[in-house]
């Protein structure tokens, strides 16, 4: 999963910063596909890295830094919402996977302890 995750950082690299026909388009806007594409790839990076906050934070300041280097590309320039998109999807999964651990923790404490308080 970690390698997966790397592999899909790196196309990520390559679409943002490469030429505008690369851009896979869907149709739902750029701003749906901004927040849903960083909602799944920090989904994904959840996955293989359970800290979610951490992996959250990194895709989030990756994401803007990668918007800001489009500025710099011939046919492409960097835009603030496309960034707060980005940030706001990595921030939703992010919290969200802080929710699912949190929660599953939680769970498997309470199962441990009635199984100890049984014996």
Not at 42 to 71: I, K
Request: aromatic fraction near 10%; include cysteine; glycine fraction near 12%.
């Amino acid at each position: 999963m970690k390698f997966c995750s790397v592999a899909v950082m790196v196309l990520l690299v390559i679409i943002a910063l490469g030429p505008a026909k690369w851009q896979p388009r869907t149709g739902l806007g750029w701003q749906i596909e901004h927040f849903l594409g960083y909602f799944a790839i920090t989904s994904m990076f959840c996955l293989a890295w359970p800290r979610p906050f951490v992996v959250g934070g990194a895709l989030m300041a990756g994401g803007a830094l990668l918007e800001g280097l489009q500025a710099f590309t011939p046919d492409r320039s960097s835009n603030l919402l496309a960034a707060v998109c980005g940030a706001g999807g990595a921030l939703a999964a992010a919290l969200l996977a802080e929710l699912f651990i949190r929660a599953f923790a939680n769970k498997a404490g309470k199962a441990g302890s009635a199984t100890y308080l049984e014996k």
